[in-house]
């Protein structure tokens, strides 16, 4: 009888070694993959990165070449911007370096100057006529003599109510001859503005005597004799005298005082020329 007890406990105790190792192993198994398992998915991982990398590097080529192409666009408008700044930047030094000689208004003030800005200038008549934007209604009239800071300008042609036609002293179909005076030491000598030398950019006098010996760098101011200019109104300097084809009389060539060629702002010289007082008489040298 205790034979039989000890021998059920052997197979008791030895089934339940059996069931713990059972247990145990499948716990172990179930918590981490076997080799083959393991070999399997890092081939598997191995492979995915042979084929992602190169996708990665086109992808990445492709990605670079749009974003340089937005970078080239950005630098050129950038580019452009800087242009537009730099044009900027030079028409307002221009305007306010032309402002400022505008400003100085001493040498014109006499004249009643009405400033006038100019709002029409056709390229085929560039050097004879120019529109600006003033006319009847601001008591201009024909013949009314227009002037910047730096001298004489033209004169009005034509006066329409709000505007004006300015025929400038460079132009090639002057209905008269401009009279005027070329001041040398303590004389003045007498001459008449004919015509504008287009190849010399130059106005000429012709018909001076011969005995005048005139000099380069003489002034040539308005006579106001016959034309109903102002006396006195700087046309521009001597640049070069010659002699006529004849020899019987001298040509003077006159560098104009203002830029005929850009013009953007005029005055109107409103007063009476014959109240205007001479230099002797306002004392002026």
Known sequence: ??????????VFFLISMVLLIVIVGYSVRAQSASLSEQYASDTSSFGGRIVSYPVNVVSSFFS??????DDVNKLKEEVKSTDQIKADKSRLE?????LKKELDMKDISQFN???ATVIGRSPDQ???TIIIDKGKKSGFKENMAVITSEGLVGRI???NQFSSQVELISTSVKTSKLSVDIQQDSENIFGMIDRYDEDKDLLVISDIDNKYNIQKGSKVVTNGLGDQLPKGILVGKVEKVENDEYGLSKVAYIK??????????????????????????????
């Open 64 to 69: 670079g070449v749009f974003t340089s192409d």
């Open 113 to 115: 100057p009405i400033s």
């Open 126 to 128: 560039w050097m004879n």
């Open 256 to 285: 104009t005082s203002t830029n005929i060629k850009d013009l953007n702002h005029v005055y109107v010289a409103k007063r009476d020329p014959q109240t205007i007082p001479s230099s002797d008489e306002s004392g002026e040298e």
């Open 157 to 159: 042609k034509k006066a």
């Open 1 to 10: 009888m205790s034979n039989f007890f000890k021998n059920n406990k052997l």
């Open 94 to 98: 221009k305007e306010n370096k032309a």
